[in-house]
């Protein structure tokens, strides 16, 4: 025999004689952490513009729109914020 045969050969029967690597174990997962609640939201005073009237509700103020538009104007935007308070 030739000796890089006899090298290939051994080199093989070496391979072949080792053990199957064992695969590494995958890392743990990390602990679950729960988000922090939001806070609280601030205590808002009553707004005195929007007011409840037996089963109705009552904007003593206009509601502005844009002319000839669905558009709210921006000066509108706090009493809708008190109409959602309320």
């Known amino acids: ?48 513009d929007v007011h409840i009237e037996g089963d109705h509700l009552v904007i003593d103020r206009h509601i502005n729109f844009e002319f000839d538009k669905s558009e709210i104007l921006a000066d509108s935007f706090d009493l809708l914020d008190h109409v959602a308070q309320l």
């Open 1 to 48: 025999m030739k000796p890089g045969i006899l090298s290939t050969l051994g080199l093989v029967s070496a391979v072949l004689a080792c053990k199957p690597a064992i695969p590494a174990e995958p890392p743990p997962e990390p602990a679950a952490v729960e988000p922090e609640p939001a806070p609280a939201p601030a205590a808002v005073a009553d707004p005195t």
